[in-house]
């Protein structure tokens, strides 16, 4: 994730509307580049990284947030 940051914080702000990857909480910056290594770059299916990534956000973020990242994560690996 570290190796592609950049790359993957600059596919992933294109999803964010009204927002910028800066300005999401560390956990949600975390759960986001995560999920999308693990597609991108670690071959992982799509609908398990997301399902991973929505129970970290519904157990560590605030309450709404596992609905972002889902939106997020949908979009961006199409």
Not at 18 to 27: A, G, S, V
Not at 56 to 65: E, F, G, Q
């Amino acid at each position: 994730a570290i190796k592609n940051a950049d790359t993957s914080i600059k596919d992933i702000s294109a999803y964010l509307k009204d927002w910028t990857f800066e300005r999401l909480n560390y956990l949600e910056q975390a759960i986001l580049l995560s999920a999308y290594t693990q597609v991108k770059y670690m071959e992982q299916p799509k609908s398990i990284a997301i399902n991973v990534a929505i129970d970290l956000a519904k157990k560590y973020c605030d309450d709404n947030s596992y609905r972002f990242i889902n939106g997020v994560l949908d979009n961006c690996l199409c």
